[in-house]
């Protein structure tokens, strides 16, 4: 689950990490009052959504003047904003953050991950703050370091002031700079984060540390123990689709194609929307039924798929291990009695109790076209579709 800048800024004020004073607001008369309220002579108008790239689609403004925040405030809400994240249609803005401008004098950038190679979590800083850290890695990798982290043992002091040392910090600033990263890791691990990105951490010429601009991605596997977070979770991003596969427990995002996929495992997934491509076809979702989904699940799997109207036919991609392949079958039985399918359906099954599921299927009266590997399912779905 990501949350808003101003929701991460919010936890990270709690863990004793410096942010700008500044208050959320959804209209212009209310951004006003802020601005006053601040008494400051420059603030920032950032647009609120989940993508990245606000900067260069026009969703953050800096404004001197009374005028110009209700002017800025007036231009961004309410109004799409486009960036390299959102698609050309872009996301409608209903909040708005505002804040006092920081006088900065150096952009440093810092990270906490999970390293997927070793299953730790990883700390990643930069010199260079302020742009996005892939183009840093593309253009200067010397400039990013980074710092593995013991699950068990967590980090340590003076793995913080290495952080901060390479940061380039000394004296004051290097003393905050060790109790921010103590924090901030304390923060990601508490709030059970896979993601918790500061770009750009800021100093000023006051030897102030500020996060300027905070991403917090929670792991959706650890909500349960978060209710506070659940709390903060906004559906307006989202299709009416992905938040019903949120409310069903579904991995679900809905693309542009017209071939809907239902598959069990991330990666089966990406591999089948993969080799949909490769043969001339176009996915119409990425959809991950989980490892142990019982029928129910199944036939609500089926159903999200044709709540798109692009949908002309279904790919169903089964490697059955703790998922039996004959679950699936009576998932696929039971979703044509409820939903009715009218569209070419291949299905491609492999595993756990395969022969089973394959009687069950040609027992049933139903139009599938069987496939015997990803190859020949890849084949077989785009022909039909494309008759």
Known sequence: MKLYEYQA??????????????????????????????????????????????GKGGGIKVAKTLEEVKRYTSEIIGSPLITAQTGKKGVRVNEILIE??????????LAISIDRSTSTPIIIGSTEGGVEIEEVSSKTPQKIFKERINPILGIHGFQARRIAHKLNLSGLLLTKATNLVLNLYKAFVENDCSLLEINPLVLTSKEEIFALDVKMDIDDNALFRH?????????SE?????????????????????????????????????????????????????????????TDAFELIFTDPKVKGVLVNIFGGIMKCDVIAEGINQAVKEVGINVPLVVRLE????????????????????AESMKDAAEKIVKAVNK
């Open 100 to 109: 006092e401008a920081v006088d900065i004098k150096e952009e440093l950038y």
């Open 351 to 370: 595993g756990t109790n395969v022969k089973t599921a394959k009687k069950i299927l040609d027992d049933s009266t139903l139009n599938i076209i069987f």
């Open 238 to 298: 989202v299709s009416r689709s992905e938040r019903k596969a949120a409310e069903l427990g579904l991995s679900y995002i809905g693309l542009e194609g017209n071939i809907g996929c239902l598959v069990n495992g991330a990666g089966l997934a990406m591999a089948t929307m993969d080799i949909i491509k490769l043969y001339g076809g176009n996915p119409a979702n990425f959809l991950d039924v989980g490892g142990d989904a019982p029928v129910d699940k199944v």
């Open 9 to 54: 800024k919010e936890i990270l004020h709690k863990y004793d990490i410096e942010v700008p004073n500044g208050e959320v607001v959804t209209d212009a008369e209310a951004a006003a009052q802020v601005y006053s309220h601040l008494g400051t002579n420059r603030c920032v108008i950032k647009a609120q959504i989940l993508a990245g790239g606000r």
């Open 227 to 235: 209710k506070e977070l659940l709390k903060m979770r906004d559906f």
